[in-house]
């Protein structure tokens, strides 16, 4: 009798144990994660302008990796256009900001008519160089925040002693310095350098 009850007992123990530590019970869902709204510090025109301003340097950084030279200035044309249209006037709730991108803008404007009218590519090269530290500095003073971007270096751009500098929307290299018809090097340092920083404001809103 005594050895019935236990078993019962037991029986009951481990029915308990399974109902409360181990079954779940059917109306009991896990909560999911809220995730985070991403929301733009910058308002949709000055998104748009901006990246088309990204799109048109990027397109024209590739004219340089083929050497082409009027594709080159129909794209510095294309990029004027982009970033004349760039909507500054979004950025002057803070002073400090607005300033400080204008003048990068305002450097960066004149690096593009430098590439639109040296004639020579070495030329337009420097001028690219130039232009390209500062839309970096300018996409980090304003935290452009729709699109990750790749600050890349070539140590060898100018006389295979300095270097030249670009932005890339991946982290794969195309350098526009060396490019596909160097004369003396072809196509063969195309791949020639390598990221060294990457601006990511997307999301968070923070510093990458």
Request: glycine residues 4%.
């Amino acid at each position: 009798m005594k050895k019935g009850l236990l078993i019962v007992l037991l029986l009951i123990s481990a029915a308990l144990i399974w109902f409360v530590f181990i079954r779940k019970p059917a109306d009991v869902k896990e909560t999911e994660k809220q995730q985070p709204v991403v929301v733009s510090k910058h308002n949709d025109a000055f998104n748009q302008h901006f990246n088309a301003m990204i799109t048109d340097y990027h397109q024209m950084t590739e004219a340089f990796v083929n050497w082409d030279k009027p594709a080159i200035e129909s794209n510095a044309s294309d990029l004027m256009k982009s970033i004349d249209e760039l909507q500054m006037d979004d950025l002057k709730k803070d002073s400090m900001i607005y300033e400080t991108a204008i003048s990068y803008w305002q450097n960066a404007r004149q690096s593009i008519q430098s590439i639109q009218s040296m004639e020579d590519l070495e030329s337009k090269r420097r001028s690219l160089n130039v232009l390209s530290d500062n839309l970096y500095n300018l996409v980090r003073t304003v935290r452009y925040d729709q699109a990750k971007l790749y600050w890349q270096q070539c140590p060898m751009a100018f006389n295979d002693t300095e270097s030249g500098f670009w932005l890339s929307e991946t982290d794969a290299v195309r350098n526009p310095y060396l490019g596909t018809k160097h004369p003396k090097y072809g196509k063969g340092m195309l791949t020639c350098g390598e990221p060294i920083d990457t601006l990511n404001f997307m999301n968070t809103g923070m510093n990458p």
